[in-house]
T-cell receptor
Framework: GENVEQHPSTLSVQEGDSAVIKCTYS??????FPWYKQELGKRPQLIID?????GEKKDQRIAVTLNKTAKHFSLHITETQPEDSAVYFC????????????FGAGTILRVKS | SQTIHQWPATLVQPVGSPLSLECTVE??????LYWYRQAAGRGLQLLFY??????ISSEVPQNLSASRPQDRQFILSSKKLLLSDSGFYLC??????????????FGAGSRLTVL
């Protein structure tokens, strides 16, 4: 089955700096890669996703890149703000398997002001 | 629009007591439904998923069970809680079909403390 590894487990950055979180996956047939943000005590919420037919997707300060050959994808947050502090999870899945997402272990991002 | 409801939001239960968490989805039909557990400071562990009424797949052997008595209702149960059952339980749903079906939306969660 699919296995998703996520690094780093914690990341501290200064406000205004960029943050990068990386994930690798094992199943070459996976074709959907979402990122979720979870604030303390809240539910995880989808912030951006990418499908295997594109290599990069941007939404304001957030971007995700996908390298299918190397089987890794990354989340990039530019001009970080204190409200970006949260736990971020990557995930991967194949559409034909009932949409079961396999999650990475999460990255705690702290943005220091 | 679709919404997902989950309750209770918090509960404190003694070891050996039963458990019932309920989740319902509105605004869609035939959703795929999921139960995840998140232990303190840990990742998201898939416990059960369901693609239809009465169809339950278990991902991890454990002290819990799930049922789907109606199309948009998903219930997580236990007959006797263990200390290790403490955690944050999240119900989630996805639609069916491609594209868009993979978008997993979580309920607000139920925080269970077993004492």
């Amino acid at each position: 089955g699919e296995n998703v590894e996520q690094h780093p487990s914690t990341l501290s950055v200064q406000e205004g700096d960029s943050a990068v979180i990386k994930c690798t996956y094992s199943d070459s047939a996976s074709n959907y890669f979402p990122w979720y943000k979870q604030e303390l005590g809240k539910r995880p919420q989808l912030i951006i996703d990418i499908r295997s037919n594109v290599g990069e997707k941007k939404d304001q300060r957030i971007a995700v890149t996908l390298n299918k050959t190397a089987k890794h994808f990354s989340l990039h947050i530019t001009e970080t703000q204190p409200e970006d502090s949260a736990v971020y999870f990557c995930a991967a899945s194949r559409a034909e398997y009932g949409n079961k997402l396999v999650f990475g272990a999460g990255t705690i991002l702290r943005v220091k002001s | 629009s679709q919404t997902i409801h989950q309750w209770p939001a918090t509960l404190v239960q003694p070891v050996g007591s039963p458990l019932s968490l309920e989740c319902t989805v509105e605004g869609t039909s035939n959703p795929n439904l999921y139960w995840y557990r998140q232990a303190a400071g840990r990742g998201l562990q898939l416990l059960f998923y369901s693609v239809g009424i009465g169809q339950i797949s278990s991902e991890v052997p454990q002290n819990l069970s799930a049922s789907r008595p109606q199309d948009r209702q998903f219930i997580l149960s236990s007959k006797k809680l263990l200390l290790s059952d403490s955690g944050f339980y999240l119900c989630a749903w996805t639609g069916t079909g491609w594209p868009g079906a993979n978008v997993l939306t979580f309920g607000a969660g139920s925080r269970l403390t077993v004492l």
